[in-house]
């Protein structure tokens, strides 16, 4: 495989989990969620992943309700390192507050196979 931006050649194969040596990024934001600009209550995200194969990965779930000009969560309560022995892994972040647009983000960083299978989401609209 070539790289445009220095001229190296690389050998592609499925067992590497780096780009280079680099760690992959791997960043997957959602369609806005809003339901005629009523107030959502957002419970809980569940994501189930395929993993393994290399280091641990980190799973970081942040929002925006402004568009995607800022973001926020991130942190301790909204950050999950996936296990390194499964092949399969579920990850749930619960109290994600209310909007009346909502836009997530899921950034999924380390050296292992790393696929996001699923995603679910509780959610209910309310006045209060």
């Given amino acids: 495989v070539g790289d445009f931006s220095n001229g190296n050649i690389y050998q592609m194969d499925s067992g590497i989990y780096t780009d280079a040596g680099q760690t992959i990024t791997c960043?997957?934001?959602?369609?806005?969620?809003c339901e005629q600009r009523l107030r959502q209550f957002f419970s809980k995200l569940q994501l189930?992943?395929?993993?393994?194969?290399?280091?641990?990965?980190?799973?970081?779930?942040?929002w925006s309700d402004d568009g995607g000009t800022a973001w926020v969560g991130g942190g301790v309560n909204f950050t999950y390192t996936a296990s390194t022995t499964k092949k399969?892994?579920?990850?749930?972040?619960?109290?994600l507050g209310s909007s009346d647009d909502r836009v997530f983000r899921i950034t999924i960083t380390g050296?292992?196979?790393?696929a996001l299978l699923n995603l679910y989401l509780d959610v209910f609209t309310g006045i209060s």
């Fill in 48 to 62: 189930d992943l395929e993993t393994g194969g290399g280091a641990a990965l980190t799973i970081v779930v942040e």
């Fill in 88 to 95: 399969l892994d579920r990850a749930a972040f619960w109290q």
């Fill in 111 to 114: 050296n292992a196979r790393k």
């Fill in 27 to 33: 960043v997957r934001t959602l369609p806005h969620l």
